[in-house]
Protein backbone atom coordinates (compact mmCIF):
# COMPACT_ATOMS: atom_id res chain seq x y z
CA UNK A 1 0.00 0.00 0.00
CA UNK A 2 1.65 3.30 -0.99
CA UNK A 3 2.38 5.77 1.83
CA UNK A 4 3.47 9.44 1.52
CA UNK A 5 4.18 11.12 4.93
CA UNK A 6 5.13 14.79 4.67
CA UNK A 7 7.04 16.50 7.63
CA UNK A 8 9.01 19.74 7.68
CA UNK A 9 6.14 22.20 7.83
CA UNK A 10 5.59 25.22 10.27
CA UNK A 11 5.97 28.68 11.04
CA UNK A 12 8.78 31.02 9.21
CA UNK A 13 9.09 34.54 8.74
CA UNK A 14 8.36 36.47 5.25
CA UNK A 15 11.86 36.00 3.44
CA UNK A 16 12.52 32.79 5.13
CA UNK A 17 13.36 29.07 3.73
CA UNK A 18 11.91 25.67 5.28
CA UNK A 19 12.26 22.21 3.51
CA UNK A 20 9.57 19.91 3.67
CA UNK A 21 10.07 16.25 2.96
CA UNK A 22 8.26 13.61 1.55
CA UNK A 23 8.58 9.90 2.77
CA UNK A 24 7.67 7.08 -0.28
CA UNK A 25 6.84 3.77 0.78
CA UNK A 26 4.91 0.62 -0.23
CA UNK A 27 5.68 0.75 -4.19
CA UNK A 28 8.00 1.24 -6.76
CA UNK A 29 8.70 4.76 -7.55
CA UNK A 30 10.67 4.60 -9.99
CA UNK A 31 8.92 5.66 -13.15
CA UNK A 32 6.34 7.52 -10.86
CA UNK A 33 5.70 10.99 -10.68
CA UNK A 34 6.63 12.91 -7.07
CA UNK A 35 5.23 16.18 -6.59
CA UNK A 36 3.66 19.14 -4.24
CA UNK A 37 0.43 20.44 -4.01
CA UNK A 38 -0.75 23.26 -1.75
CA UNK A 39 -4.35 24.51 -0.41
CA UNK A 40 -4.76 27.97 1.35
CA UNK A 41 -8.08 28.84 3.00
CA UNK A 42 -11.00 29.01 0.90
CA UNK A 43 -8.82 28.56 -2.11
CA UNK A 44 -8.31 25.29 -4.66
CA UNK A 45 -5.60 23.16 -4.23
CA UNK A 46 -3.10 24.15 -6.65
CA UNK A 47 0.15 21.89 -8.11
CA UNK A 48 3.22 23.56 -6.89
CA UNK A 49 5.92 21.74 -8.52
CA UNK A 50 6.14 18.01 -9.70
CA UNK A 51 9.38 15.63 -11.18
CA UNK A 52 9.66 12.12 -12.05
CA UNK A 53 11.55 9.93 -9.70
CA UNK A 54 13.61 8.96 -13.18
CA UNK A 55 14.77 12.22 -13.28
CA UNK A 56 13.97 14.46 -16.95
CA UNK A 57 12.41 17.36 -16.77
CA UNK A 58 10.56 19.22 -13.72
CA UNK A 59 7.39 21.85 -13.37
CA UNK A 60 6.54 24.79 -11.31
CA UNK A 61 3.84 26.93 -10.63
CA UNK A 62 4.75 30.18 -12.12
CA UNK A 63 4.32 31.57 -8.04
CA UNK A 64 7.10 29.16 -7.02
CA UNK A 65 9.09 29.36 -10.16
CA UNK A 66 13.00 30.47 -8.88
CA UNK A 67 11.96 30.54 -5.35
CA UNK A 68 11.06 26.45 -4.70
CA UNK A 69 13.16 23.75 -6.04
CA UNK A 70 11.88 20.06 -6.00
CA UNK A 71 14.47 17.21 -5.54
CA UNK A 72 14.98 13.70 -4.43
CA UNK A 73 16.91 11.17 -2.37
CA UNK A 74 16.33 7.71 -3.89
CA UNK A 75 18.37 5.97 -1.48
CA UNK A 76 15.82 7.36 1.13
CA UNK A 77 12.81 7.20 -1.03
CA UNK A 78 12.30 10.86 -0.18
CA UNK A 79 11.16 13.65 -2.36
CA UNK A 80 12.15 17.37 -1.42
CA UNK A 81 10.66 21.08 -1.56
CA UNK A 82 13.09 23.11 -0.64
CA UNK A 83 10.82 26.98 -0.35
CA UNK A 84 13.13 30.31 0.11
CA UNK A 85 11.90 33.53 -0.26
CA UNK A 86 8.53 32.27 1.45
CA UNK A 87 6.25 35.02 0.91
CA UNK A 88 2.42 35.35 3.34
CA UNK A 89 1.09 34.15 0.05
CA UNK A 90 2.92 31.07 0.15
CA UNK A 91 0.88 29.90 3.78
CA UNK A 92 -0.93 27.13 3.18
CA UNK A 93 -1.61 23.21 3.79
CA UNK A 94 1.55 21.40 1.66
CA UNK A 95 0.69 18.06 -0.12
CA UNK A 96 3.03 15.45 -1.22
CA UNK A 97 1.54 13.65 -4.65
CA UNK A 98 2.34 10.61 -6.50
CA UNK A 99 1.07 9.25 -9.99
CA UNK A 100 2.26 7.30 -12.93
CA UNK A 101 1.20 9.81 -14.78
CA UNK A 102 2.62 13.34 -14.65
CA UNK A 103 -0.42 15.31 -13.74
CA UNK A 104 0.39 18.52 -14.58
CA UNK A 105 0.91 17.67 -18.43
CA UNK A 106 -1.78 15.25 -18.83
CA UNK A 107 -4.19 17.10 -17.38
CA UNK A 108 -5.22 14.67 -14.34
CA UNK A 109 -5.29 14.61 -10.82
CA UNK A 110 -2.62 11.68 -8.65
CA UNK A 111 -3.61 9.04 -7.18
CA UNK A 112 -1.68 8.79 -4.18
CA UNK A 113 -1.95 11.93 -1.18
CA UNK A 114 -0.18 12.42 2.11
CA UNK A 115 -1.74 14.36 4.66
CA UNK A 116 -0.07 17.42 4.64
CA UNK A 117 1.71 19.11 6.73
CA UNK A 118 1.07 22.91 7.56
CA UNK A 119 3.21 26.24 6.01
CA UNK A 120 2.63 29.55 7.67
CA UNK A 121 4.46 32.30 6.49
CA UNK A 122 4.36 35.66 8.93
CA UNK A 123 4.50 39.06 7.81
Known amino acids: QVQLVESGGGLVQAGGSLRLSCAAS????????MGWFRQAPGKERESVAVMRWSGGRTYYADSVKGRFTISRDNAKNTVYLQMNGLKAEDTAVYYC????????????????WGRGTQVTVSS
Open 26 to 33: GGDFSDYA
Open 97 to 112: AADPVVWVVAGTAPGY
